[in-house]
């Protein structure tokens, strides 16, 4: 199972945003310095079917679902141990958007039960859950996407439904060492591959930054689609390795730049594989 902070970190969550279990007997948070999400009137009425731990869940509430503040409900009791601080927790994780039902993401996650890896609304949600919980939780788009939400194609005056299964706690793999900027390559080196039809073109800049020009009329893919646009011959990357990535990320939609390493003049990203 993959860790997956991207999307935490992306959010003031990780749309994959928040986490799981009902406070309504007073818990005690696992987290120091963070209290439960409490539970509510919007938590309580959700309804998902689905197989627990498994992609391809779906809401059965009536929508629109609206929510004015992060609440939660376990529709699911897990009979496991309740996480604690630092606590490696593998979870399948589903986002619905609450004005329309649909699935905005469903991926499995390994989250990181910190501060530094997750923001506070989602600590919430994770500090009084247990092991085998599905809990679910209702929060305002703005609070969980802030002004990111329009980069999902959501309205910032929506709500979101997360559905979280709690399946297991890893174990801890210590972090591999790190590289000097020196050590670094400037730019991808390697034979450059050709692209099947129907994908952006990409076209690279003397420093190795990409221009991504969006295909007209044509629909973004349904699933993942992952192709190789400079084939490198250093090493294959294993799990456990640590990895350096410049990176930029455009809109389907617009065409439009919403992060980018080389904007920021920020040097590659590292972070291990696992």
């Given at each position: 199972?993959?860790?997956n902070?991207?999307?935490?970190?992306?959010?003031?969550?990780?749309?994959?945003?928040?986490?799981?279990?009902?406070?309504?007997?007073?818990?005690?948070?696992?987290?120091?310095?963070?209290?439960?999400?409490?539970?509510?009137?919007?938590?309580?009425?959700?309804?998902?079917e689905?197989?627990?731990?498994e992609?391809?869940?779906?809401?059965?509430?009536?929508?629109?679902?609206?929510?004015?503040?992060?609440?939660?409900?376990?529709?699911?009791?897990?009979?496991g141990?309740?996480?604690?601080?630092?606590?490696?927790?593998?979870a399948?994780?589903?986002?619905?958007?609450?004005?329309?039902?649909?699935?905005?993401?469903?991926?499995?996650?390994v989250?990181?039960?910190?501060?530094?890896?997750?923001?506070?609304?989602a600590?919430?949600?994770?500090?009084?859950?247990?092991?085998?919980?599905?809990?679910?939780?209702?929060?305002?788009?703005s609070?969980?996407?802030?002004d990111?939400?329009?980069?999902?194609?959501?309205?910032?005056?929506?709500s979101?439904?997360?559905?979280?299964?709690?399946?297991?706690?890893?174990?801890?793999?210590?972090?591999p060492?790190?590289?000097?900027?020196a050590d670094?390559?400037?730019?991808?080196e390697?034979?450059?591959?050709?692209?099947?039809?129907?994908?952006?073109?990409?076209?690279?800049?003397?420093?190795g930054?990409?221009?991504?020009?969006?295909?007209?009329?044509?629909?973004?893919?349904?699933?993942?689609?992952?192709?190789?646009?400079?084939?490198?011959?250093?090493?294959e990357?294993?799990e456990?390795d640590?990895?350096?990535v410049?990176?930029?990320?455009?809109?389907?939609?617009?065409?439009?730049?919403?992060?980018s390493?080389?904007?920021?003049?920020?040097?590659?990203?590292?972070?291990?594989?696992?």
């Open positions: 199972m993959k860790r902070r991207a999307l935490l970190a992306l959010l003031p969550v990780a749309m994959v945003a928040g986490l799981l279990t009902s406070c309504s007997a007073s818990p005690t948070s696992a987290i120091e310095g963070i209290d439960c999400a409490p539970e509510g009137d919007v938590s309580k009425s959700i309804e998902v689905g197989k627990f731990g992609a391809g869940m779906k809401l059965k509430t009536k929508t629109p679902i609206k929510a004015t503040k992060l609440e939660t409900s376990t529709l699911i009791k897990g009979d141990d309740q996480v604690k601080e630092n606590d490696a927790l593998a399948m994780l589903t986002i619905f958007d609450g004005e329309t039902g649909e699935a905005v993401s469903s991926e499995a996650s989250l990181e039960l910190n501060a530094e890896k997750l923001l506070p609304w600590l919430e949600i994770v500090a009084c859950s247990s092991i085998g919980d599905r809990v679910a939780a209702a929060a305002p788009v609070e969980v996407l802030g990111q939400a329009a980069n999902y194609g959501l309205e910032a005056t929506g979101l439904v997360i559905v979280f299964d709690m399946i297991s706690v890893e174990e801890q793999v210590a972090e060492g790190s590289l000097e900027p670094l390559l400037e730019k991808a390697g034979k450059a591959q050709t692209l099947p039809a129907g994908l952006p073109t990409v076209v690279l800049a003397e420093d930054s990409p221009t991504i020009t969006m295909p007209e009329g044509v629909a973004a893919p349904g699933t993942l689609t992952v192709e190789t646009l400079i084939k490198g011959d250093g090493e990357v294993k456990g640590r990895v350096y410049h990176y930029r990320g455009v809109i389907w939609r617009t065409g439009e730049e919403f992060d390493s080389w904007s920021r003049g920020s040097r590659p990203r590292s972070r291990p594989l696992a």
